[in-house]
């Protein structure tokens, strides 16, 4: 059973940056089936995908929106997928959920419904 855990949410001012942590047990992090990916949803709008690991495609990916600011890498020493985000906007604000998913083909990972283990979710709030 994976069992995810997101830490290093918290408040910063615009421009500013922060990481993200997502500790992943009871699957390793570099097992080929398993896809994780960072997700996001803000008061109002709905969840969308932001970044992913490669998941068997050559690179990983990273939604528009935060392509260039955003970048999310696999730190296999920790078993743990971590997000660092810099440049940071108002429009940043949301609840950040780790996800994972076994067998999600990389032409899917923006697919929430694929993935059956999240994270409790973490804030990050930008002013």
């Known amino acids: 059973h994976v069992q995810l855990v997101e830490s290093g949410g918290g408040s910063v001012q615009a421009g500013g940056s922060l990481r993200l942590s997502c500790i992943v047990s009871?699957?390793?992090?570099?097992?080929?089936?398993?896809?994780v990916g960072w997700f996001r949803q803000a008061p109002g709008k709905e969840r969308e995908g932001v970044a992913f690991?490669?998941?068997?495609?050559?690179?990983?990916f990273v939604a528009a929106p935060v392509r260039g600011r955003f970048t999310i890498s696999q730190e296999d020493d920790k078993n743990a997928v971590s997000l660092q985000m810099e440049n940071l906007s108002p429009e940043d604000t949301a609840i950040y959920t780790c996800?994972?998913?076994?067998?999600?083909?990389?032409?899917?990972?923006?697919?929430?419904?694929?993935?059956?283990?999240w994270g409790q979710g973490t804030q990050v709030t930008v002013s």
């Open positions: 690991l490669a998941c068997g495609a050559p690179r990983p």
């Open positions: 996800a994972a998913g076994l067998n999600v083909k990389w032409w899917d990972r923006l697919k929430s419904s694929l993935y059956a283990y």
């Open positions: 009871g699957m390793s992090v570099t097992a080929s089936n398993l896809c």
